[in-house]
């Protein structure tokens, strides 16, 4: 698998692109505004913060499943014209890969800066996406849908439910997931369940929602807008802020990929993740031992395990036991999630782990790991999927 | 045959040019995979049947047996579909033959559900084109 990656051809990448900019709105149950606004806005915000003008931009990434366009976002901001944009698909796997092809585009000259963004409003239970699956179900859907296996917490569910069975991952495992993302966000004003504790009892007491998992176990749906700011080292130091810079960035599917669902991967239901941390770390002089905190992809404590696996911090089957004593919480030996993640600050595909990777490396996080110099950032496992290695120069 | 079902049940496109045997296969209350002539392997999902220049690939009937590899299962908030259903015993079946292939239970409880539990497939007429191939203990 992926024996041709050429070290060299990364090296083009490697530590020359930095996020510069970040920036986005408070996150909401509803944000009261439609995303062509919000974005806008957020992407403003990270403009702001990089001390860039809109003007500078010539580049657009953004997740296929908006329903804007950059055209009329770029107008709407000011940007006097764009020569690169690309969309990433599959929403829980995108998040990195927006920083990947900004990255691809700036080292090969395609655009010089570019802003990566997410905007969603998807607080509202009506707006859920399986909540409206009425039509013929068609191509891959049909895998699966017919079934009733289509809410995201049942299929991955059912990986979570064959970990518990062949590795002896037990719930309290989950729970030690929540707790620390719930405990790390009561340091962050802007998450969404700041102030309201989560210990054991109450996470084990919450109601079932798709067996083995419970209300605990599920991210929030939020309204919000997130963006950053993506452009060369070179622009990067006459600007203001300390850069994240890209060390590895990576985009997997995998073997025969159905969308979640893809348990015929391989015999042991390896996830897309594995195939995704594989590049990674083979395009990365820095490995999984060097990074001060793990910002991991979120929609369910379960991907927390299998991700921390995945991404080689422990062996397939020690996810659940690498969860015990605090290692994961700040203090411990890999911090996860110290913004709150998508289970405590907002589900919003996992960009806001983009973003709290950038704040770790700048030193300015609400949870800040003491010289964070490195750390990782991921997507969903399950989905076609990427992850980002950042670190501080 | 066919029962009531509800108005949004997520029928699916039975007309795949890629799954239409798989789904023809169901109405006659047959279970079918796809195998590769050269190999003898089984595909799951199926390929399309032009993949390596056609005429590779065959749809086989096979034993409708299994053990549960995994399972879920469902309760409120579900599909409007599933309503009377709850709670929706969700499985991936591990074929005899190799594949996991995803259905749901029938004539069973939550209580009874148990990993490598053997299985047996059952067929549900939903409409007059559409029949699932669903899963039942094999006692």
């Known amino acids: 698998m992926s024996a041709t990656i050429d070290a060299d051809l990364f090296r083009r990448i490697q530590d020359r692109v930095a996020i510069v900019g970040i920036g986005h709105l408070p996150f909401a149950k509803d944000i009261g505004r439609p995303i062509s606004d919000t974005a806008v806005e957020a992407i403003q915000l990270a403009l702001d913060d990089a001390g860039l003008e809109a003007e500078d931009v010539d580049g657009m990434c953004m997740f296929e499943m908006e329903s804007t ?39 090969t000259g395609l655009a010089s800066t570019v802003v990566c963004h997410r905007a969603r409003n998807r607080g509202s239970a009506a707006s859920r996406p399986w909540a409206k699956e009425k039509e013929i179900v068609r191509d891959d859907k049909a895998l699966h849908t017919p079934w009733g296996l289509i809410r995201p917490v049942d299929v991955i569910g059912m990986w979570a439910h064959r970990h518990m069975h062949e590795y002896g991952t037990t719930r309290e495992h989950f729970g030690n997931v929540a707790i620390a993302a719930r405990k790390h966000a009561h340091a962050n004003p802007y998450a969404m369940m700041r102030g309201r504790p989560l210990d054991m009892e109450t996470y084990l007491a919450g109601r079932v929602i798709g067996y083995p998992l419970h209300l605990y176990d599920c991210c929030l749906e939020t309204d919000g807008a997130l963006a950053c700011v993506v452009t060369s080292v070179e622009r990067a130091r006459d ?3 300390k850069m994240a810079l890209v060390h590895s960035v990576a985009q997997a599917s995998g073997p025969n990929p159905v969308h979640l669902a893809n348990y015929n991967n391989t015999p042991d239901m390896v996830t897309t993740s594995v195939f995704c941390a594989d590049l ?30 995945d991404y080689g911090f422990c062996k397939r089957g020690e996810g659940g036991p690498f969860t015990e004593g605090g290692r994961i919480e700040l203090g411990g030996e890999l911090p996860v999630l110290t913004s709150g993640g998508g289970l405590s600050e907002a589900y919003v595909h996992g960009f806001n782990l983009i973003l709290e990777g950038v704040r770790q490396i700048r030193g300015t996080s609400y949870n800040q790991v003491p010289e964070c110099d490195a750390t990782l950032v991921t997507g969903a496992s399950g989905v076609a999927t990427s992850a980002v290695v950042l670190r501080g120069e | 045959m066919s029962m009531a079902i509800h108005p949004e049940f997520p029928l699916p496109d039975v007309d795949d040019p890629v799954m239409r045997p798989f789904w023809e296969g169901a109405r006659r209350h047959q279970l079918l995979q796809q195998r590769d002539r050269l190999t003898g392997a089984l595909h799951w999902p199926p390929k399309p049947l032009y993949w390596k220049g056609g005429e590779r690939l065959e749809w086989i009937e096979v034993a409708g ?19 009377d259903r709850l709670p929706h015993i969700m499985v991936v079946i591990q074929l005899d033959e190799g594949a996991r292939i995803v259905g749901y239970m029938q004539n069973c409880t939550p209580e009874q559900m148990a990993f490598g539990m053997r299985v047996r497939v059952a067929f549900e007429d939903l409409t007059e084109r559409v029949t699932l191939p669903i899963w039942e203990p094999d006692a």
Do not use: N
């Open chain 1, 239 to 241: 600007l203001r802020q």
């Open chain 1, 280 to 309: 990674l770390w083979r395009r990365s002089q820095l490995q999984p031992k060097d990074m001060k905190c793990a910002q991991i992809y979120d929609a369910f404590t379960p991907l927390v395990i299998t991700g921390l696996e």
């Open chain 2, 65 to 83: 047996r299994g053990e549960v590899y995994t399972y879920v299962v469902g309760h409120e908030p579900f599909l409007p579909a599933f309503q």
């Open chain 1, 69 to 107: 366009h950059e055209v009329s976002i770029a107008r709407r901001l000011g940007v006097d014209g764009l020569r690169w944009w690309s969309k990433i698909s599959y929403g829980g796997g995108a998040a990195a890969a927006t920083i990947m092809q900004a990255a691809a585009a700036i080292a």
